[in-house]
């Protein structure tokens, strides 16, 4: 089965499974990456550096 990890991520922060979120500059297989802390498994959720600006956007509107 095929699905779309970003539009999943976008989807629980929409549900407000969404905790908390930092960045690093090391994360396994990555580096640096935006990195999403949700309530339910799976836990931590990577974003690449090229998105960032869309999370940005989507992460200041959950906050208002």
Not at 6 to 32: A, C, F, M, W
Request: with cysteine; charged share 30%; proline share 5%.
């Amino acid at each position: 089965m095929k699905y779309s990890y970003h539009g999943r991520i976008k989807q629980r922060i929409r549900n407000g499974e969404l905790v908390d979120s930092y960045y690093t500059e090391s994360y396994p297989r990555i580096g640096r990456a935006l990195v999403l802390v949700f309530r339910t498994e799976p836990f931590l959720r990577p974003i690449r550096e090229y998105r960032w600006g869309e999370y940005k956007a989507i992460l200041a509107n959950d906050c208002t």
